[in-house]
């Protein structure tokens, strides 16, 4: 056997093994507390509760574990199965080689998104309907997916065709102009994202309730955020999961409330939630994350560029014919496997950032009112209050419920004892 075929067989194994591995101890430990729910929640959510969240998990990791076999098949199939090699040999002849590679690509994305449809669906109708929350209509589904293809297609072609040309006339070069061209297509999507795509999906409007607007206000001046940058999204249109979010960039920055996260919260809670969100934008959590995925992106086009000239790249993984969309494909196919391992990283990441945008929530907010606000808001979402210490390690963004609100809790002892002293 090809020796980085072997190479690729072994990564794939141990990412698919450590993967199965999270999920079962993850299901494990869900089950094992299903019966009490942690000390610190017994007065703040009833074992009824407590239970349907473990069953959502539970239920949700199952499905997880199907997804897994079928995530490790589509890889396998379109790598060592020659399903690439099969899709070049269709296309090639008929189109001009650069749009042959951009159909091959966008043909690779297709596929992998058709297959994971059965999935998709079992989850919105089949689970998510079981728990209550699913509130899509099939029509609606259908709807999305269209509109989610066709933006997939018109902003995807284009920007494949363009990397597929610099890489076929740039010479040594290329994978310096491609990531040019990658760093100014992210920015404008950041930009673009909060008016002109999220749009498309569901309906945004200021947020202008009268009894919120004020508190809102004088804390929005406090923290130096634009007062018209908060929004309601009607997320009641595909599920009642509550959630708030802050994206977008410079101007276009917005907060975003789920509607049905303000109806879950009085107004001191949604305050706070505020508060978090506002943390993020204090401490530039979006500009460092696009300049960390600006630094780790040159890397990996280096790594491609060396890759694309090796005639064993494309024979451990199964491709005949070498060309710059297979490089791509093959890059994109098996790149998620080598990097798994680097996940815990990016989690880690995420979660400093979760604890910074608590603190600062604690300073200029009541901490009490985020705690109760993550209680609700892990009691409505049905979310794990138990999840697995390894599990959670290697993917959560957001810190362990019982970490983030014993935190909070000392913010909010360390803040009012001095005061009252
Ligand atoms: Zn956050």
């Known amino acids: 056997m090809h020796s980085f075929q072997s190479?690729?067989?072994?990564?794939?194994?141990?990412?698919?093994?450590?993967?199965?591995?999270?999920?079962?101890?993850?299901?494990?430990?869900?089950?094992?507390?299903?019966a009490v729910p942690p000390a610190v929640f017994a007065a703040r959510i009833t074992l009824e509760e407590h239970r349907k969240a473990a069953d959502y998990t539970l239920t949700k990791a199952r499905l997880g574990l199907l997804h897994l076999v079928v995530e490790a098949g589509?890889?396998?199939?379109?790598?060592?199965?020659?399903?690439?090699?099969?899709?070049?040999?269709?296309?090639?002849?008929?189109?001009s080689p650069l749009f042959a590679g951009t159909a091959l690509l966008l043909a690779l994305f297709l596929i992998g998104a058709l297959v994971e449809l059965p999935l998709n669906l079992y989850q919105q109708f089949g689970i998510e309907a079981r728990f209550g929350f699913n509130r899509q209509t099939a029509a609606g589904f259908v709807g999305d997916l269209v509109k989610q293809t066709l933006l997939g297609l018109l902003i995807g072609g284009p920007l494949i065709l363009l990397v597929l040309w610099l890489m076929g006339v740039m010479g040594e070069a290329w994978w310096i102009w491609v990531w040019g061209v990658w760093m100014r297509f992210n920015l404008l999507v950041l930009m673009l994202y909060p008016t002109l795509i999220a749009p498309l999906f569901n309906k945004f409007t200021p947020l202008e309730d009268s009894a919120l607007k004020a508190r809102i206000e004088a804390l929005l001046r406090r923290a130096g955020f634009t007062a018209s940058g908060v929004f309601v999204m009607d997320g009641s249109r595909r599920s009642s999961h509550g959630n708030a979010y802050f994206t977008g960039l410079g101007k276009n920055k917005r907060i975003v409330f789920f509607d049905t996260l303000l109806?879950?919260?009085?107004?001191?809670?949604?305050?706070?939630?505020l508060?978090?969100?506002?943390?993020?934008?204090?401490?530039?959590h979006i500009v460092k994350r696009i300049a960390l995925m600006f630094v780790l992106s040159l890397g990996l086009l280096a790594v491609l560029a060396w890759l694309k000239q090796a005639p064993?790249?494309?024979?451990?993984?199964?491709?005949?014919?070498?060309?710059?969309?297979?490089?791509?494909?093959?890059?994109?196919?098996?790149?998620?496997?080598?990097?798994?391992?680097?996940?815990?990283?990016?989690?880690l990441y995420s979660r400093k950032h979760e604890f910074e945008a608590d603190a600062f929530a604690a300073n200029h907010s009541e901490p009490e009112h985020l705690i109760t606000a993550l209680v609700r808001l892990y009691?409505?979402?049905?979310?794990?209050?138990?999840p697995d210490p390894v599990y959670s390690l290697f993917y959560d963004s957001h810190p362990k419920?019982?970490?983030?609100?014993?935190?909070?809790?000392?913010?909010?002892?360390?803040i009012t004892a001095p005061q009252r002293a």
Request: proline letters at 5%.
């Open 7 to 34: 190479i690729f067989l072994a990564a794939l194994i141990l990412a698919f093994g450590l993967k199965l591995w999270l999920l079962l101890r993850q299901m494990r430990h869900v089950w094992e507390h299903r």
């Open 74 to 95: 589509l890889l396998l199939a379109f790598t060592l199965g020659g399903g690439l090699q099969w899709l070049n040999d269709l296309l090639v002849p008929q189109l």
């Open 263 to 273: 109806k879950q919260l009085n107004p001191e809670q949604i305050e706070a939630v």
């Open 275 to 284: 508060a978090h969100e506002l943390g993020h934008f204090k401490h530039h």
């Open 312 to 347: 064993w790249f494309y024979a451990g993984l199964g491709v005949a014919t070498p060309s710059d969309a297979a490089a791509l494909a093959l890059f994109f196919l098996a790149l998620p496997v080598f990097l798994f391992p680097i996940t815990p990283l990016m989690s």
């Open 379 to 386: 009691r409505d979402n049905a979310a794990t209050l138990t």
């Open 401 to 414: 419920a019982v970490e983030r609100i014993a935190k909070l809790e000392y913010y909010g002892q360390a």
